[in-house]
């Protein structure tokens, strides 16, 4: 017998992959390979499915989000890891992503950034005292940006790897290439605002010259 878990899942699965409005309780039920009364005994109605699905994947947002306020860095820095922390969670969980979706379409569902916002809000406002942001940039003008990151890493998440990943097989945005470019994006936006310099990246490996660099010109 399907634990009430694996239902969730299900459910999941098919919200992110068509959304709350075309999904019907006999596809989750398809989808879970249990009948329909077998669901319902579970989840009476599909507001009631979807509901909980929404609050589990807000949940992993939340605790991620505490997960990384409590790391032993700059605040700043922080703001960047949480950053990351939610990319890899929208990447590899789809009851996370499917609570993104869910926020848009459910009514009373509430907005998904509530989940982690104000831990990110607080991240801000300590970089700010400690004087990491630049003269000028105040802790809601870097905390709308950040929103405005996180929602284009949830856009390239659904469904499949994000446009930084490039489709070449480096294991996702949360490692690999993929997740070093993502990295530099990070570093590139909340350092731009930042009295700081961002942290040195590890050293590329070398490269063998090319002829023209070898021999002297100008490349």
Not at 5 to 15: K, P
Not at 22 to 39: E, K, N, P, Q, Y
Not at 44 to 52: I, V
Not at 118 to 137: F, N
């Amino acid at each position: 017998m399907l634990t009430r878990s694996a239902l969730l899942d299900a459910a999941a699965r098919e919200v992110d992959a068509h959304g709350y409005g075309s999904v019907a309780m006999r596809h989750v039920a398809r989808a879970a390979d249990v009948t329909t009364g077998a669901l319902t005994f579970h989840f009476p109605t599909k507001s009631d499915l979807f509901a909980e699905v929404a609050e589990l994947g807000l949940t992993r947002m939340r605790e991620r989000a505490d997960e990384v306020a409590r790391l032993p860095v700059a605040p700043l820095r922080r703001i960047s890891l949480l950053v990351l922390a939610l990319l890899e969670l929208l990447h590899d969980d789809v009851v996370a992503r499917a609570a993104v979706r869910l926020s848009r379409e459910l009514p009373g569902t509430g907005d998904w950034s509530d989940s982690w916002l104000p831990a990110g809000r607080e991240m801000l406002r300590r970089a700010d005292e400690a004087g990491q942001l630049r003269e000028g940039v105040t802790p809601d003008a870097v905390a709308e940006m950040t929103l405005h990151l996180v929602a284009g890493t949830e856009m390239c998440a659904h469904g499949g790897a994000p446009a930084s990943d490039g489709g070449d097989g480096d294991g996702g945005p949360g490692g690999g290439a993929g997740g070093a470019r993502f990295a530099a994006l990070c570093d590139l936006l909340l350092y731009g605002a930042s009295a700081l310099r961002p942290p040195d990246p590890a050293p590329d490996p070398p490269r063998t010259a090319s002829p023209r660099t070898a021999s002297g010109e100008n490349t």
